[in-house]
């Protein structure tokens, strides 16, 4: 898979020791705008996706954090790579750790019907919301304010993917929509 971009603060050169959790995170895109999920308790959106269990493959991670996410059923044989994502960083909750992500992100497809999402405890108290969004909104949404206890390079990251779907053609630029 291509490398996108990497996010990398320097800031762990004191760390000794280091966690993983790579990601697998959906693109799907209808008339122009893209599903993302709306925390409304934090007001951010974000791809959907989430963490890829041991053993499990990136693009099956993606189609089970999606369905359960928002709803939405990815149709697999439209599953087609878009890129990664490498981020790391020193951990917000540990001092003496490297955080190291690696976020895979898919474009893909999805069937009509949205079926009921299965939220673990933190994406229900933010109540997660499907929403199929402008990309600028998104952007914009992400920019502003500070969106509860995260981490801000998360909202950077999502900014510079959309960022480069509008670049490369796969969502409308602004004249598009005038």
Do not use: W
């Not at 939405?72 to 909750?93: A, C, F, M, N, W």
């Not at 009921?116 to 994406?123: I, N, R, T, V």
């Not at 199929?132 to 999502?158: C, L, T, W």
């Amino acid at each position: 898979m291509r490398l996108l971009f990497e996010m990398d603060k320097h800031d762990y050169d004191e760390c000794t020791h280091s966690f993983s959790r790579p990601s697998a995170r959906s693109i799907i895109i209808r008339d122009g705008k893209v599903a993302m999920i709306h925390s409304m308790k934090y007001d951010y959106y974000k791809f959907p996706g989430g963490g890829i269990e041991q053993g499990e493959d990136p693009a099956e991670a993606m189609i089970r954090e999606t369905r359960e996410e928002t709803g939405l059923v990815v149709i697999p044989e439209t599953v087609k790579e878009y890129g990664l994502v490498h981020r790391i960083q020193k951990s917000d909750s540990d001092p003496t750790e490297v955080f190291i992500q690696d976020n895979y992100y898919y474009l893909c497809d999805a069937e009509e019907t949205v079926v009921s999402q299965h939220l673990d405890g933190y994406e229900s108290k933010e109540d997660y919301q499907l929403e199929f969004v402008d990309p600028y909104a998104a952007i914009e949404k992400n920019s502003r304010d500070i969106h509860g206890p995260y981490n801000p390079m998360m909202f950077q990251r999502e900014a510079k993917v959309l960022n480069m779907l509008i670049a490369e053609g796969h969502l409308g630029s602004r004249q598009d929509d005038q």
